[in-house]
């Protein structure tokens, strides 16, 4: 994803960004990766198999599918 500079122009009038529109656009970006590194956290957690330990490795993976949402 390319960041938005301030000579760039963001409308087909050539309008520049204001320093507070590229401050939200930049704080929008960053919660984006962070919303982005946990759902591939979420995506990683494995699927229990069966056995005598099912319960425990299912309350391990909801855990982590907990931790890696942030809640």
Known sequence: MK????????????????VELLQILQQMVNE???????????????????????DIKARDAIQAVIDAAGA
């Open 32 to 54: 984006l990766h962070i919303l982005q590194a946990q759902m591939e956290a979420i995506a990683a957690v494995t699927i229990t198999a069966g056995g005598a330990t099912i």
């Open 3 to 18: 960041q938005l500079l301030p000579h760039q122009s963001i409308t087909i009038k050539g309008d520049r960004p204001s």
